[in-house]
């Protein structure tokens, strides 16, 4: 049985092919500006990282992605595997000289790619916010005063020292996923289960 799988193209698509070539699959590329390259074993295909969980959900049958981005979309799909590659984390961030923590934003305006995840922690812990959706350089916010906090993605904390700011909450440790099509896990389960184990001995 023939499997569909899905790549982010950005970031973790070195790691992520690595990581099944690896595992003992190899990955034939599309040639040119082609966007698929059907096999008789295992299709590859590259999409926009935020894209990849709505593939799956949607009848791809396996996908790499951020926590951050399953999370965010909130996605049906199964999550069997975490991967270790794309370690970041997703912080509350204000400007480094103010003197505050969570408990008491409520009232704040914060910036964000990612404002179900902010949302759903300010409900967690009670203090209402308000969200505003950005699609990237998040931290031009804080610093243009359009919000008083941003919830972002920190991985060696240069963007926040360069730009005068600190973490003042990590919300989230993340790292890249294996997620599956629910129905593919049952209708194709042998050949999936067989992919899960051998990604799982592998070391990079
Ligand atoms: N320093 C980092 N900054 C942002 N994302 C990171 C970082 N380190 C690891 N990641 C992971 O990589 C993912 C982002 O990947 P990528 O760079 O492809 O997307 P992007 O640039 O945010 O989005 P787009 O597809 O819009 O270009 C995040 O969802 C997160 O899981
Ligand atoms: O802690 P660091 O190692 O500095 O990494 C974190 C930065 O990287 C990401 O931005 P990206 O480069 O994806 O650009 P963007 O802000 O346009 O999304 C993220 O949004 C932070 O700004």
Partial sequence: MSLNIVLPSGRLLNKSKEYFIKSGIEI?????????????DYSFFYSRVFDVPVYVENGIDIGICGLDVVLERNNDVYIPLKLPFGECRMSVIVEKEKDLDVSKME???????????????????????????????????VKTGVA???????DTGRTLKENGLKEIENIKDISSVLIVN??????KNKEIKEIIKNLKEVSI
């Fill in 107 to 141: 009232g704040y305006t914060i910036a964000t790619k990612f404002p179900n995840i902010t949302q759903k922690f300010f409900d967690s812990i009670g203090v209402k916010v308000k969200t505003i959706k950005l699609h990237g350089a998040i931290e031009l916010a």
């Fill in 28 to 40: 034939k590329e599309p040639e040119g500006r082609k966007l698929t390259n059907i096999n008789d």
């Fill in 182 to 187: 629910r129905i593919s896990m049952k209708r």
């Fill in 148 to 154: 008083d906090a941003i919830v972002d993605i920190v």
